[in-house]
Nanobody
């Protein structure tokens, strides 16, 4: 599976962005998909995950209520809608795919995208 993330950019605090991650290669809908982020000088951290069917989602406490993960299996794409952005959301955002939903609680996942930079100005 190849993953291509897009949609990052510069936004003011309180603004919104939508990230997309397009998958190609093996069958997309058998994978759980998720997002991680890595801020400068910090470790990569979990943001959100969605099950292969879209029926289950889970979020980091820091983004709960502000971010929404969704997927369109017909388009082989997963999205991250980010609202009420804060300067501390500034990071490179990575999408990832894995057969096992629970693997998203760590960082040893099957596939990673290349990352897209989100910068939130105060």
């Amino acid at each position: 599976v190849q993953l291509q993330a897009s949609g990052g950019g510069l936004v003011q605090a309180g603004g919104s962005l939508r990230l997309s991650c397009a998958a190609s290669g093996r069958t997309f809908d058998i994978y759980s998909m998720g997002w991680f982020r890595q801020a400068p000088g910090k470790e990569r951290e979990f943001v959100a995950v969605i099950s292969w069917s879209g029926g289950s989602t889970y979020y980091a406490d820091s983004v709960k209520g502000r971010f929404t993960i969704s997927r369109d299996n017909a388009k082989n794409t997963v999205y991250l809608e980010m609202n009420s952005l804060k300067p501390e959301d500034t990071a490179v955002y990575y999408c990832a795919a894995d057969h096992d939903y629970s693997d998203f609680m760590g960082t040893r996942l099957d596939y990673w995208g290349q990352g897209t930079l989100v910068t939130v100005s105060s």
